[in-house]
């Protein structure tokens, strides 16, 4: 089996893809995707790549097969290895809610704000947007926090692709409105995902990171 996976070590969406191949122990090989060089925009990469423009992307090179969004990604990886998933229909539908409620309420706030207070040039970064965008993520780590009081995980007894997705931009030290130790029960969790065999922080685990260019 040949698994390779397009992506770059700032992307959070990416990292959700990386780290459950990584957890799965199934064999993969990382692509680097130039994306602040402007790759994903690019013509070639959107007609042999993704035509979204976007990483992450998983190619399984074996069955031909390629495979786009960061949920997707994670249900396919969960299908060829057999874990990190629910153990009975009802807690796989419970995972996949809160993959959806991820995408739509935390990762994609998240992502963009970290992209507008960081990656923009500084007198480009537009506040106004950014505060609408931090009360939004308050709420969202609210709704997080609270769900996790005394529970291990967010679905069952052990780790799955919605923890993974949920925690895709948490662990990343540019500032956007987090901070772990104002939500305990987030941060009890990150502990744990953390102390998982084969967790890896995203810019240890994908190429084109600040660690590479240390």
């Known amino acids: 089996m040949t698994l390779k996976l397009y992506c770059f070590g700032e992307s959070g969406n990416a990292y959700k893809a990386a780290l459950t191949l990584e957890l799965s122990r199934l064999p993969w090989e990382a692509v680097y995707v130039d994306f602040f060089g402007g790759e994903t925009r690019t013509p070639e990469y959107k007609a042999g790549i993704n035509e979204m423009g976007e990483v992450p992307v998983l ?9 786009t969004q ?5 249900d396919y990886i969960t299908e060829l290895s ?11 539908r419970e995972v996949l809610r809160w993959i959806l409620w991820d ?18 040039p500084e007198d480009k970064r537009p506040q106004e947007v950014i505060g609408f965008n931090l009360g939004r993520l308050k709420a969202a780590y609210a709704v997080l926090n609270d769900h996790l ?3 291990d995980w967010i679905v069952g007894t052990a780790i799955t692709t919605a923890d993974i997705s ?24 990150l502990t744990r995902i953390e102390q998982t065999p ?8 994908m190429p084109g990171s600040p660690a590479d260019r240390a």
């Open 59 to 67: 190619i399984d090179t074996d069955r031909e097969y390629t495979i």
């Open 70 to 74: 960061s949920g997707a990604i994670q």
């Open 82 to 92: 057999g874990t990190m998933t629910g153990t009975n229909p009802q807690e796989q």
């Open 103 to 120: 995408n739509h309420k935390l990762s994609s706030i998240a992502g963009m704000t970290r992209f507008l207070m960081n990656f923009l």
């Open 149 to 151: 009081a005394g529970r």
């Open 166 to 189: 949920c925690c895709g931009y948490l662990f990343y030290p540019e500032p956007f409105g987090f901070n772990r130790v104002d939500w305990p029960h987030i941060d009890a969790w």
């Open 198 to 205: 084969g967790w890896k922080h995203p810019y240890d685990l």
